[in-house]
Each structure stands twice: as C-alpha cells, then as structure tokens.
C-alpha cells in the first residue's frame, strides 16, 4: 500500500467544517484513496473513496489535489457523533483496474474531537 | 437485513485451546474479511475471500485458518491459542471490495 501520513489528533467545534488532511505521497495513478471511520469500540465504518476527481456523497467530500500526492476529507457541519478515528488508506492496485481486493491497511488515524 | 453478524461478542481461552470465530453475512456479498485489532492500533487484514471456497493470506495470517464454504459464511479458527492472540476480532463483507460493512467484532482474551 502506498504510505499514508495523517496527524494524530485535531479538534473541532460542533457545526463547523472538519478537514482532515492526508499524505499518499507514493501513490500509483491508477490507485485510489479510501477513508474510513472508526466510533470507539465499534467497527469501521466506510465513508468514501476517490481515485484523482473531487468526490460528495450524502457523509463527506474529498478532495484530491491534481497531483494526488495527498487528499483532504471534508464534513461540512461536525457534530458529536462524527468524534472518531479517521483512517486514509490507499490500498496497493493489483491490476490495471485499480482493483485491491478491498485489502486495505488501517494505519493509526487521525483521532477527531468534535467539541460542543 | 442484519448485516454482518459476529459470535460470540466475548471470549476468554485459555493458553493452547482453540475456537472458531463465527461471521454470517445476509448482503449476498462475495468478498470477506477477517481483521484483527490490538489496543491503540489500526485493523490488520489476516485473511479474506473472494468467493465461496476461495480464501488468501492477509498481513497476519500466521496461527489462524479459514474456510469459505457458503457465500454467506466465513469462519475464522484458531489453534492453539497464544497470548499474543489477544485482540479484538472484525469480520467485513463487500460487494465490490471497495464498500465494507463490518460486524460489531468479537473481544477475545487469551490467558
């Protein structure tokens, strides 16, 4: 997998926008960067996943700079719920596809503290 | 639909003994996932599957064994339990590889 580098921790005031920020500096061009979330002693849950365009979905947007050396996840209003650990992985491509088998590598995160 | 169920939620072993991990999934999902998670760490991957009666190593697969006979079942086992053994178990199925639903894990001590 190509390394990815996250800050362990940041915070974050309830109703503002969190950016959390991701190094894949090795990163192929036909692999893609996943982000996941992980609520204390739960399983992760999938949040969402590009491979070189800006993404949004119904959680969370990434973006991507043009030289995919690193990405940025965005949760436009933080609440409480969103205090997790937050994981950048991007998962070594197996063909020319793109495809991983879904064999991700969780890293240590990064540990968002969404604050009142 | 129940998602990815996983038993038993806890465990004690003793040192030596074995078990099987249990994990069903009801998404009709081809691929699964076994991880598991030491205190303060990431997830490693120690084995997935691709398909029923297709199984591969993951990162840690040393001390453990799967078998994939059904699409919706995917037991781990364990032999001789160590303490190094010690973690919390995660079970994940996905339709594409990219989307993984995860069980809510298994806690298992072993003394």
Avoid at chain 1, 24 to 44: A, F, K
């Amino acid at each position: 997998d190509a390394k990815t580098t996250q800050p362990p921790s940041m915070d974050c005031a309830e109703g503002r926008a969190a950016n959390l920020p991701c190094n894949h500096s090795t990163i192929s061009g036909n692999e893609y960067v996943y982000w996941y979330r992980q609520i204390h002693s739960q399983g992760p849950q999938y949040i969402i996943h590009g491979l070189k365009n800006n993404e949004t979905n119904e959680m969370a947007s990434l973006i991507i700079t043009e030289d995919k050396k690193s990405s940025t996840l965005i949760l436009p209003h933080a609440t409480l719920r969103d205090t997790a650990v937050y994981y950048c992985i991007a998962p070594t491509s197996l063909n020319a596809g793109g495809t991983s088998y879904g064999k991700l590598t969780f890293g240590q995160g990064t540990i968002l503290t969404v604050h009142p | 639909n129940a998602g990815v169920t996983q038993t038993p939620k806890f465990r004690i072993l003793k040192i030596g003994q074995s078990m099987t991990l249990q994990c069903t999934q009801d998404m009709n999902h081809n691929y699964m996932y076994w991880y598991r998670q030491d205190p303060g760490m990431g997830l490693k991957l120690i084995y997935y599957s691709v398909g029923a009666g297709i199984t591969d190593k993951g990162e840690v697969p040393n001390g453990y064994n799967v078998s994939r006979s059904t699409t919706e079942d995917f037991p781990l086992r364990l032999e001789l339990a160590a303490p190094s053994q010690t973690s919390v178990y995660f079970c994940a199925s996905s339709y594409s590889g990219i989307e993984q639903y995860f069980g809510p894990g298994t806690r298992l001590t072993v003394t």
